[in-house]
């Protein structure tokens, strides 16, 4: 995954609470077995029973920061939810509160979930599609009038953000001790080492 430290850009509203992972990314999408090419099927039953459905709108379309009301991401655990919100194109994703196993599926991709305060989101919701950064370098989102809003983050989840790490880049971190376990541990039977 690309290491993320800083996005500015505009911001589409998606003004609504408990958003699930199934009105993410509805289950009849989840016979892919590629990580790719989910996001065409972000939202779709709202995208085919609103006529102006607001995503679609094209000042909001581009727009690389999604800002949403609490307990996004609620449901079920399916990977697939972030992996079409960064097929779409957003990088970030702002809102009060995020579901747990949701927002942890987020970092591992490297898409980015930022809990702000209900009075700032309320901002952002009315001001979309404002331009704002989001700086994970320094924890801060800047609001379209320019003042800073800080945020937290779990600290290893920023560590792997910020140098671009997901599962398999830290697992190949430490080649050199698996590597080394390989050659030494005790083992019945023929070798599967093959790394090289």
Known sequence: MEPFTTVTGTTAPLDRANVDTDQIM????????????????IFHNWRQEEDDFVLERPEFRDAPILVAGPNFGSGSSRE????????????????????DIFRSNCGKIGLLTVEL???????????????????????????????SVAFEIDEKVRENLLNGWDDIALTLLREDRIAEYERTRERQGPSTLSLG
Not at 26 to 41: A, N, S, Y
Request: no cysteine.
């Open 117 to 147: 305060g209900e009075a700032d989101v309320r901002e952002l919701l009315d001001s979309a599609p404002a331009e704002i950064t989001v700086s994970l370098e320094d924890r801060t989102v800047t609001m379209p009038d320019g003042r």
């Open 26 to 41: 509805p289950k009849e999408f989840l016979k892919r077995i590629e990580r790719t090419g989910f996001g065409e099927f």
């Open 80 to 99: 697939h939810a972030p992996w079409g919100l960064q097929d779409w194109g957003y990088k970030v994703v702002i809102a009060p509160s995020f579901a």
